[in-house]
Nanobody, 124 residues
Framework: QVQLVESGGGLVPAGGSLRLSCAAS????????MGWFRQAPGKEREFVAV????????YYTDSVKGRFTISRDNAKNTVYLQMNSLKPEDTAVYYC?????????????????WGQGTQVTVSS
């Protein structure tokens, strides 16, 4: 069983930046793809970004390309999401999740353990 703890959320003005962190424990972290998802009030949880087990491959949803960067430090069992040029429509609870071993995926059904989420609010 893996435990995930997200941190780094907060309230920022439009155009600002935040860096989310997700610390994992309880499993061989480096084997698994790691993803970030978000859920706004009244909406479905949606894919934001994923990084492969090695960190060599990353994918982003179109709305965040060029603004968000996902990275990982396998030595620290931590995955990050650097969010720049934030927009009010980025406001949501952000979740990290453990993906499949050795391959990459972008659908939430492919992800197993989830963190508790961290709130990101972007004011206009």
């Amino acid at each position: 069983q893996v435990q995930l703890v997200e941190s780094g959320g907060g309230l920022v003005p439009a155009g600002g930046s935040l860096r989310l962190s997700c610390a994992a424990s309880g499993r061989t972290f480096s084997m698994y793809a790691m993803g970030w998802f978000r859920q706004a009030p009244g909406k479905e949880r949606e894919f934001v970004a994923v990084i492969s087990w090695s960190g060599r491959s990353t994918y982003y949803t179109d709305s965040v390309k060029g603004r968000f960067t996902i990275s990982r430090d396998n030595a620290k069992n931590t995955v990050y999401l650097q969010m720049n040029s934030l927009k009010p429509e980025d406001t949501a609870v952000y979740y990290c999740a453990v993906g499949p071993a050795w391959v990459i995926a972008t659908t939430k059904e492919a992800f197993g353990s989830w963190g508790q989420g961290t709130q990101v609010t972007v004011s206009s």
